[in-house]
């Protein structure tokens, strides 16, 4: 029995509201009943906290954050936690419940889970970041732990902020423990090839998803759209394979060369000068223009619902890799698939820094650390199979990568849902 358009207990905003509509793609391909449905497209957990921060000028600030815990049927919850002034529970909700399909899709025993804070870090110094850390940590303990709830960097956090979480909740319990979150500093307990998973995973897939068209990866155009971690490694490493980065963009500038960019001299520029804009030898061009240059490869790297229906005609690539959670709309979705479009969807696209952070856990637990090139070939053979998997099912269900990913995904969950039964 399907139903196309399930009401979930707790439903809001627009972007959790997409998530449930993408979900409820694969459910009516899988034909999951509705009890099923609303199990699946629930939150198990949804904490609010509001808390003080002493700034540096002796004011006191009160910031809202929340920690949502998707699913956790096939394992402990595991998410970032982003910084951002845009941040409320309708998207921490959202990005839960991909973190969920993402580990699933790429059959690590994980569920999914969130976390954010309101706030705007880059006009905050390292001290009040460092406090709103700790009492922001102190105030999601009761969820956060090695076997519970591990979260990771994302959005404007930083190994640093890992570092401190990890140093306040071991205080708090009284010995170290390095497993309750990752993406820490290698020297406490990181994994060799963590800062650059995300951006590689982005590669490896969009290699695949090139192969799978027969489009040639040397000289391939790429543009890149949210040049932060993943945006910079995910241009680096296919730049090495052969690409060209016709175009690059972060929050404050948005730039273009048909001669090519190179993504180290950019990030050199970025870091000396605080944005890309005025990159010598660029062009100065909208972030509406930079969606619809010609290229082979399109990277939306940046925040969700970037592509719509209302640009997604004008898209002019044969492939989409999706470096950040969510950037496609449905609405978009359906346009692009009409047009041929390949788009490897968010929640395989970009689960190579989850695929790490399970690496690393394991690491923590084990007390035995791999060494780099260890690292990224299980990275590769993951992701590489995962994208396999998916291209699969999208030829057997005769569907896009998305709809093909989540059937993938939701069919594990459900079926370790059914086998685990309800309690009592």
């Not at 309708?90 to 706030?119: F, I, Q, R």
């Amino acid at each position: 029995m399907t139903q196309q358009n399930v009401k979930t207990p707790h439903e809001s905003g627009p972007i959790f509201g997409m998530a449930v509509q993408q979900f409820n793609a694969a459910a009516d391909k899988l034909g999951l009943d509705d009890g099923m449905r609303a199990v699946l497209s629930s939150c198990k957990r949804e904490f609010t906290v509001h808390f003080p921060v002493k700034m540096d000028d002796g004011s006191v600030q009160v910031f809202t954050g929340h920690r949502v815990q998707h699913n956790m049927t096939r394992g402990p919850a595991k998410g970032g936690i982003r910084y951002h002034q845009d941040v409320n529970l309708d998207e921490v909700k959202a990005l839960a419940s991909w973190m969920t399909w993402k580990c699933a899709v790429t059959n690590l025993p994980y569920g999914g889970g969130k976390a954010g804070v309101t706030c705007n870090p880059k006009n905050m110094s390292s001290g009040e970041v460092e406090r709103l850390t700790r009492r922001f940590a102190t105030e999601i303990s009761p969820l956060i732990g090695t076997a519970s709830d591990i979260p990771a960097p994302d959005v404007n956090t930083t190994g640093q902020i890992m570092a401190w979480i990890m140093d306040t909740l071991s205080m708090h319990q009284g010995f170290t423990d390095p497993g309750m979150v990752t993406g820490k500093p290698i020297s406490i307990g990181g994994s060799l090839g963590r800062t650059e998973a995300t951006g590689r995973g982005v590669m490896i897939t969009a290699v695949e998803a090139a192969k799978h068209l027969n489009v040639p990866i040397e000289g391939a155009r790429v543009v890149v759209q949210g040049f932060g971690n993943v945006g910079y490694w995910a241009a680096y490493l296919l730049q090495q394979l052969g690409c060209k980065i016709i175009a690059a963009s972060d929050s404050r500038g948005v730039i273009h060369s048909d001669q090519g960019l190179n993504p180290e001299a950019l990030l050199s520029h970025k870091s000396d000068n605080g944005s890309l804009a005025g990159f010598p030898g660029s062009d100065s061009i909208t972030n509406s223009e930079l969606l619809e240059i010609p290229c082979e490869i399109l990277i939306p790297a940046a925040l969700e619902r970037q592509i719509t229906e209302d640009n997604a005609s004008k898209i002019n690539t044969k492939i989409i890799v999706e470096g950040a959670n969510g950037p496609t709309t449905p609405e978009a979705d359906a346009i692009l698939y009409d047009k041929g479009v390949v788009i490897v969807p968010d929640i395989l696209a970009n689960a190579g820094g989850v695929v790490v952070s399970y690496f690393e856990w394991v690491q923590d637990l084990q007390r035995l650390f791999w060494d780099e090139a260890d690292v990224n070939q299980r990275l590769e053979t993951i992701m590489t199979r995962s994208f396999n998997q998916v291209l699969a099912t999208s030829q057997e269900y005769k569907t896009d990568m998305r709809t093909a990913a989540l059937i993938v995904a939701v069919d594990r969950v459900a079926e370790a849902t059914k086998l685990r039964g309800i309690y009592p």
